[in-house]
């Protein structure tokens, strides 16, 4: 069965991205940039991210420059994005880019995905819109030795602890990574 995960990494104090939308903070961590085998999900067939995180990461990498590099994360996994803008695509890439409210594209990705998982990549907001329609299964982070003075939030909404059970905790090098499962009443969510 097609589960959905947000699964990223955050500071201590719950940014995923600095004030400039950078990951440079991750990257600095032991293993930041080249992270432990199992921290991903390996189930995921679909990526859906929203535009300042697929921004982010053609413009990080060059990869629009250099497009082999986009298969170096994504593979051949279509990736949905978010946004309302025209954007360009690497070449050889699978991306399709959507707009609107997350309950309409999610035909469409859970289409895609097939019995895969599908990942929310990035960024918190979207993640929270996946939470708000209660088509969130599951929250994994990995919290770097990091402590940032504003950026963007993990997950801008109130959760409340009835939402989310602790599947697991455990270190992985310099990250703690806790993985929580979704359930509950989506209604009990503020934005």
Same mark, same amino acid.
């Given at each position: 069965?097609?589960?959905? !995960?947000?699964?990223?990494? +955050?500071? =201590?104090?719950?940014?995923?991205?600095?004030?400039?939308?950078?990951?440079?903070?991750?990257? /600095?961590?032991?293993?930041?940039?080249?992270?432990?085998?199992?921290?991903?999900?390996?189930? /995921?067939?679909?990526? $859906?991210?929203?535009? +300042?995180?697929?921004?982010?990461?053609?413009?990080?990498?060059?990869? !629009?420059?250099?497009?082999?590099?986009?298969?170096?994360?994504?593979?051949?996994?279509?990736?949905?994005?978010?946004? +309302?803008?025209?954007?360009?695509? *690497?070449?050889? %890439?699978?991306?399709?880019?959507?707009?609107?409210?997350?309950?309409?594209?999610?035909?469409?990705?859970?289409?895609?995905?097939?019995?895969? @998982? =599908?990942? $929310?990549?990035?960024?918190?907001?979207? %993640?929270?819109?996946?939470?708000? =329609?209660?088509?969130?299964?599951? =929250?994994?982070?990995?919290?770097? *030795? $990091?402590? !940032?003075?504003?950026?963007?939030? !993990?997950? *801008?909404?109130?959760?409340?602890? @009835?939402?989310?059970?602790?599947?697991?905790?455990?270190?992985?090098?310099?990250?703690?990574?806790? $993985?929580?499962?979704?359930?509950?009443?989506?209604?009990?969510?503020?934005?």
């Amino acid at each position: 069965m097609t589960r959905i !995960l947000f699964d990223t990494a +955050t500071t =201590i104090n719950g940014f995923i991205a600095d004030e400039r939308n950078s990951l440079a903070w991750l990257f /600095a961590v032991e293993n930041g940039e080249n992270p432990d085998e199992g921290l991903f999900p390996s189930g /995921a067939t679909v990526l $859906v991210e929203g535009s +300042t995180t697929y921004e982010w990461v053609l413009a990080e990498s060059d990869i !629009l420059a250099n497009p082999e590099k986009w298969a170096e994360f994504y593979g051949d996994k279509p990736t949905f994005v978010f946004t +309302t803008r025209d954007l360009p695509v *690497p070449t050889g %890439a699978d991306v399709r880019f959507v707009s609107g409210d997350v309950a309409s594209a999610l035909p469409a990705i859970r289409e895609a995905a097939g019995d895969g @998982d =599908i990942w $929310v990549v990035g960024g918190g907001d979207l %993640a929270g819109q996946f939470l708000d =329609i209660g088509a969130l299964d599951e =929250i994994a982070v990995s919290v770097a *030795p $990091v402590l !940032l003075t504003g950026g963007a939030p !993990l997950l *801008p909404r109130r959760i409340e602890s @009835d939402r989310l059970r602790l599947v697991s905790a455990e270190a992985v090098g310099q990250f703690a990574r806790l $993985v929580y499962a979704v359930g509950g009443d989506p209604t009990s969510v503020s934005p």
